[in-house]
């Protein structure tokens, strides 16, 4: 049958039409066909999934597990999320009207930013940040109050937060944070939390706290934000980086019954739920001392890493703040090269064949600077920096 072309592109969402696709994925893209290139691009745990939590997946398929779950999640999982949550961070959720199992984190802050927001509210987001609470935000017609983190070694200040709400007030509806951060590997001491606790604690402002990363910190142990405003925060969490199970796409929400009650519908309408083998190999990794342990094991190797890149970069003149969590560098490139970020990483993939991400990608605050993960193998890690160190030496 003879159809005739129509363009019906601008039929679609207006907001959607409006948003950018993401500098991370296209550069990414960009870089990929280079020969022999090694990409510490992308944020993905290069770990196996741990044998007893795989069991876990395929003991719920074998047991013909294959029912629709209960809209927040399985039990077992909830009642494990809320362990882990109070034994970990000592904040403390009721598993039947407090949490929900998401499909990976990203439809938790999905959820909940959609949850949360009216057309024309403003939610304050410090940055660089994760670039996909962006267009979220404005997809629902909120608006992005971008708060630049950068001369404050990547961490909002209690003044900085203070400014923005006698600036706009009312008007803002929630705050999106994001500790150990991707991509800056920073995370706050509790004393930082506390002194924006203090601050938020007299408005309406709802926190969304984005802790993905909050089992993946070197040296200092994490706090949680709702530790210090549980009534006014959800916390965001899950397994794709403490397990490496990207993949299995489960995260977890959780926070005030009477919030989480309504922004469970939204997930009701978006997925149901989350898929039942993935939630049985969450609980086995969230509600086991093995999972704990596998964790650990994965921190440790991290950790080696993240010396030896720090270690490298610094000494090839890059300035870095000290990454305590997450598995990011990011770097400033040193001056003397004259490069916008964009023109350094794609000169360090064409010439030497190393891919990192420029820090324009994470939004004010990330110009000049360039993200590496080093969630790859030490031997990759090792190639990449000598080629770097060549690439140095000389331009
Ligand atoms: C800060 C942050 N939040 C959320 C996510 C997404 O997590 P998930 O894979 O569980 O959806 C990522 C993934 O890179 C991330 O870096």
Do not use: W
Not at 91 to 107: K, L, R, S
């Amino acid at each position: 049958m003879q159809t005739q072309q129509r363009d019906l592109t601008q039929r679609l969402n207006t907001q959607l039409l409006a948003i950018k696709p993401d500098m991370i994925h296209s550069f990414d893209h960009e870089v990929s066909d280079i020969p022999n290139i090694i990409k510490l691009t992308l944020g993905e745990p290069d770990f196996n999934v741990p044998e007893h939590v795989k069991q876990a997946a395929i003991k719920s398929i074998e047991d013909n597990d294959s029912h629709y779950a209960p809209v927040p999640g399985t039990a077992k999982l909830r009642e494990a999320a809320a362990h882990f949550l109070a034994d970990r961070y000592g904040i403390q959720y009721d598993p039947q009207t407090e949490i929900v199992a998401t499909v990976g984190a990203t439809e938790a802050i999905s959820d909940t930013l959609r949850a949360v927001t009216n057309p024309g509210d403003k939610v304050l987001l410090p940055g660089p940040t994760f670039p996909l609470y962006e267009p979220i935000i404005k997809l629902n017609g909120a608006e992005v109050i971008p708060i630049n983190t950068e001369p404050n070694q990547f961490v909002l200040t209690p003044q900085q937060l203070q400014a923005a709400i006698n600036e706009y007030g009312d008007d803002i509806k929630a705050i999106m944070l994001n500790f150990p951060s991707n991509p800056t590997g920073v995370t706050y001491t509790a004393n930082q939390i506390e002194a924006l606790a203090d601050v938020l604690r007299d408005t309406n402002i709802i926190v969304i706290s984005d802790e993905i990363y909050s089992e993946l910190t070197y040296g200092q142990p994490h706090v949680s934000f709702a530790h210090y405003l549980p009534e006014q925060t959800l916390v965001l969490n899950g397994v794709s980086k403490s397990h490496a199970m990207t993949g299995y796409r489960v995260g977890i929400l959780a926070g005030p019954a009477a919030l989480i009650g309504r922004i469970n519908l939204m997930h009701a309408f978006t997925v149901t739920s989350a898929s039942n083998p993935a939630m049985a190999a969450a609980a086995e990794a969230l509600g086991t001392e093995q999972g704990r342990h596998d964790t650990e094991n994965m921190k440790a190797e991290y950790k080696q890493r993240r010396d030896f890149v720090y270690h490298t970069m610094t000494r090839l003149g890059f300035t870095i703040p000290k990454p305590a969590g997450a598995f990011y560098i990011f770097a400033k490139i040193p001056e003397r090269l004259h490069m916008t970020d964009y023109d350094f990483c794609l000169s360090l993939a064409q010439t030497s064949q190393v891919a990192v991400i420029p820090g324009t990608a994470f939004g004010p605050g990330g110009e000049g600077y360039l993200r590496l993960s080093y969630a790859a193998s030490m031997a990759n890690l090792k190639t990449a920096m000598a080629r770097l160190t060549t690439y140095m030496e000389t331009h």
